[in-house]
């Protein structure tokens, strides 16, 4: 099993972020600890082009003038097993299109709520005086 996290998306579950390269590299980090943690492969795709920081795990950009949607779907519709893949995503569209591949779906808040249970504290630029939003 393989999960595919629209990382912009996700990043849109916490109150006050921004969506800058620096939140998409923590981002990057939770995401490959995760995956570790549950023995999974996390494939997290975020708009626009590389930023230039470091990222971690599996992280891709999808370049200019194409959306993370498109590069997910792209991706889906090549892996050979799409029941074993399970996209994270609170757009409407893209998981509509996933599920009809076949592919399960999961809301990004939902998804959010799993991967911080047992975090620490979120660094104080992701959530105003570093509080966390349950």
């Known amino acids: 099993m393989s999960i595919l996290v629209d990382g912009d998306n996700l990043l849109g579950t916490w109150r006050h ?3 800058s390269h620096q939140n998409k590299s923590w981002l990057s980090v939770e995401l490959a600890r995760y995956g570790h943690s549950i023995g999974r492969r996390v494939v997290v795709y975020f708009d626009g ?3 230039g920081q470091d990222y971690a795990g599996d ?5 200019h003038g194409r959306s993370a949607d498109a590069a997910i779907f792209e991706q889906l519709k090549a892996e050979p097993e799409l029941a074993s893949w399970t996209v ?3 757009d ?6 996933a599920r009809h591949l076949g592919a399960t779906t ?3 808040d939902q998804f959010r ?3 911080t249970a047992n975090e620490a ?3 104080a630029e992701m959530e105003g005086g570093g509080q966390r939003e349950r």
């Open 106 to 108: 999961e809301r990004s």
């Open 49 to 51: 082009p590389h930023g």
């Open 59 to 63: 992280s891709r950009f999808s370049g």
């Open 88 to 90: 994270v995503t609170s």
């Open 113 to 115: 709520k799993r991967l």
């Open 121 to 123: 504290e979120l660094p």
């Open 92 to 97: 409407r569209s893209l998981a509509d299109r």
């Open 17 to 19: 972020k921004e969506r």
